[in-house]
């Protein structure tokens, strides 16, 4: 080898060996932290302002504003509040008309900072949508087993194009998509355990690619679809170990698309990556204060601290990515 091609073939090896430093750093930085430490908690039970009967769905606004569907019948059922719990105002009262709620069951934001809040107890005005300052807009979604038809609307998610998600987690077992507003898109999903069935769908969200993943609680999985409802992939299985569940319920995905899974009878979330590859968990560790009971719904803000709605003791856990 003469002396041109040895310095050509140690300047590949040398740009190879940057690509492939390089590659893996890409690589890792789509992954979430390694550990989320417990900051705060904020709520507790009750009526009052800036208390809960039973913390469920929650959600957060652009301005990292949280918002918190109070699942049980009581006067202002969404709560917004600051991201360190100060409470802003309420919404929604007890009622069966198109802007009441019965049981809030499912809640998300769009890009444009409106509310939209699924009522399990009220499929007949099944999604309604508010403006931030709790003003209401418009319902969609009435009761059946028909195109924009549900038995018991559950989760909801939004799209980039502010496009709605929600699942029907009674007879239906589907997925269905609106536009902003309330104009029915498709649905996909039926009942069962195989790929893309469902047994109880209860959460729904999409990646910055498209891409549509589902808790199918009782089949103990997640399901990832792409934008059109196929079938990609599946991951999880019943039980207590790394990646394995005991009811997931609620989803959130990061701006690298990690997915956060709620693993309510195992308290605890779970993160994975978007290929279904486990990464941490959180919530079952730490003192007694900081463990979560019974977690029901999770959001994220800008800064990736996740906020958990523990349904039992009615308040809010937030936990932060440790830098």
Do not use: C
């Not at 040895?6 to 992954?31: D, E, R």
């Not at 918002?67 to 019948?73: E, N, P, R, W």
């Not at 006067?75 to 409470?87: A, L, P, R, Y």
């Amino acid at each position: 080898m003469n002396f041109k091609n040895t310095f050509f073939f140690s300047g590949m090896m040398a740009l190879l060996s940057f690509l492939i430093f390089l590659n893996s750093m890409t690589y890792q930085s789509s992954f979430a932290a390694t550990e989320y430490e417990h900051k705060m908690k904020w709520g507790t039970k009750g009526v009052a302002i800036g208390q809960f009967n039973q913390a469920g769905a929650i959600a957060a606004d652009s301005e990292n504003n949280i918002y918190v569907a109070d699942f049980t019948g009581r006067s202002n059922m969404i709560q917004k509040f600051t991201d360190n719990g100060t409470f802003i105002l309420g919404f929604g009262v007890l009622g069966n008309g198109p802007q009441y709620f019965t049981n809030p069951a499912g809640i998300a934001v769009d890009s444009e900072n409106n509310i939209y809040v699924s009522d399990f107890g009220n499929p007949n005005y099944a999604i309604k949508k508010f403006s931030n300052d709790g003003k209401f807009i418009n319902s969609f979604g009435s009761f059946g087993l028909g195109d924009g038809e549900f038995i018991s609307p559950g989760g909801l998610g939004v799209d980039k194009e502010n496009n709605i998600y929600a699942t029907d987690f009674g007879e239906n077992n589907n997925v269905q998509k609106f536009d902003q507003n309330g104009n029915f898109i498709m649905k996909f999903g039926t009942y069962g355990s195989g790929d893309g069935r469902f047994l109880n769908p209860t959460d729904v969200e999409t990646d910055s690619l498209g891409n549509i993943f589902v808790a199918d609680s009782f089949n103990n999985r997640v399901q990832k679809f792409d934008q059109n409802g196929n079938f990609i992939m599946k991951f999880g299985k019943p039980g207590t170990g790394n990646g394995e569940f005991n009811t997931p319920i609620e989803l959130a995905i990061d701006s690298s698309d990690n997915i956060f899974v709620v693993d309510n009878n195992n308290n605890r979330v779970q993160i994975f990556n978007r290929d279904g590859g486990y990464i941490t968990q959180f919530g079952n560790q730490g003192t007694a204060s900081e463990r979560i009971q019974d977690p029901i719904g999770i959001t994220l803000d800008s800064s990736g601290n996740a906020y958990v709605a523990d349904g039992t003791d009615s308040d809010i856990h937030v936990f932060s990515p440790v830098k």
